[in-house]
T-cell receptor
Framework: AQSVTQPDIHITVSEGASLELRCNYS??????LFWYVQSPGQGLQLLLK??????LVQGIKGFEAEFKRSQSSFNLRKPSVHWSDAAEYFC???????????FGTGTKLQVIP | NAGVTQTPKFQVLKTGQSMTLQCAQD?????MYWYRQDPGMGLRLIYYSASEGTTDKGEVPNGYNVSRLNKREFSLRLESAAPSQTSVYFC??????????FGPGTRLTVL
C-alpha cells in the first residue's frame, strides 16, 4: 500500500518570498502524484498532477512541482508567494489501475505582509 | 456544470440518530468517493465506488454505509451516529487515473 508524508504541519512565509512545501511518498512502482489546495471552509482543488513524462510539472496559480524518484519526493514550489496563497496544501499519491488515492496530513501556509 | 454537489452543508445530530449525506456529480465520472477530514489527519477514505453498482470499503468504513444509486449519485449513511463521527465529510468524483473533483463538504456535529 502507498503512503505519503508531509513533514511540515505549518509554514509561515513573507509575501513575495519563495515557497517550497515538502512531500515524500512510499510506493514500490511509479505512483501518480497530486497537489491539492484547500481554502478555509472549501473543498479541495487540484493544483497539479504527475502521471509520467517530464518530472517538472507546472500547475495553476504559478505553482510547480518536481518528481524525484531517487528521493521519493514531490515537492511543491512557487517563486513568489501572494497573500491569497494562504491555505492548506495536501500532497496525494495514487497507484494501480484503479485510482485509490492516499492523502497526506496537509501543510498549512500562512503568508505575512 | 455544477460539478460535485453535497447536501446538507451543515448538520447537528444527537447520539444514536441516523442520517444520509447526499452527493451528486454531473461530469459523467465513473468513480466516486467519500472522505472524512479531521484536524491533523488529512483526508481519510471511508468508501469508494469504482463504477455504478459497485462499492468498496476504504480506510475507515466502520459506522457507515453507502449506496451508489446511479452513475450520478453516491450517498453516505450513518445508521447510529456517534460523537466520534463529528467531522467534515467530502464527496469526490473522478475518471479512472484522473484528478478527483471535490464537493464543498458537509460539516457534521454529533452531540
Amino acid at each position: 500500500a502507498q503512503s505519503v508524508t508531509q513533514p511540515d504541519i505549518h509554514i509561515t512565509v513573507s509575501e513575495g518570498a519563495s515557497l517550497e512545501l515538502r512531500c515524500n511518498y512510499s510506493y514500490g512502482a511509479t505512483p501518480y502524484l497530486f497537489w491539492y489546495v484547500q481554502s478555509p471552509g472549501q473543498g479541495l482543488q487540484l493544483l497539479l498532477k504527475y502521471f509520467s513524462g517530464d518530472t517538472l510539472v507546472q500547475g495553476i496559480k504559478g505553482f510547480e512541482a518536481e518528481f524525484k524518484r531517487s528521493q521519493s519526493s514531490f515537492n511543491l514550489r512557487k517563486p513568489s508567494v501572494h497573500w491569497s496563497d494562504a491555505a492548506e496544501y495536501f500532497c496525494a499519491v495514487g497507484a494501480g489501475g484503479y485510482q485509490k488515492v492516499t492523502f497526506g496530513t496537509g501543510t498549512k501556509l500562512q503568508v505575512i505582509p | 456544470n455544477a460539478g460535485v454537489t453535497q447536501t446538507p452543508k451543515f448538520q447537528v445530530l444527537k447520539t444514536g440518530q441516523s442520517m444520509t449525506l447526499q452527493c451528486a456529480q454531473d461530469m459523467n465520472h465513473n468513480s466516486m468517493y467519500w472522505y472524512r477530514q479531521d484536524p491533523g489527519m488529512g483526508l481519510r477514505l471511508i468508501y469508494y465506488s469504482a463504477s455504478e453498482g459497485t462499492t468498496d470499503k476504504g480506510e475507515v468504513p466502520n459506522g457507515y454505509n453507502v449506496s451508489r444509486l446511479n452513475k450520478r449519485e453516491f450517498s453516505l449513511r450513518l445508521e447510529s451516529a456517534a460523537p466520534s463521527q463529528t467531522s467534515v465529510y467530502f464527496c469526490a468524483s473522478s475518471v479512472e487515473r484522473g484528478e478527483q473533483f471535490f464537493g464543498p463538504g458537509t460539516r457534521l456535529t454529533v452531540l
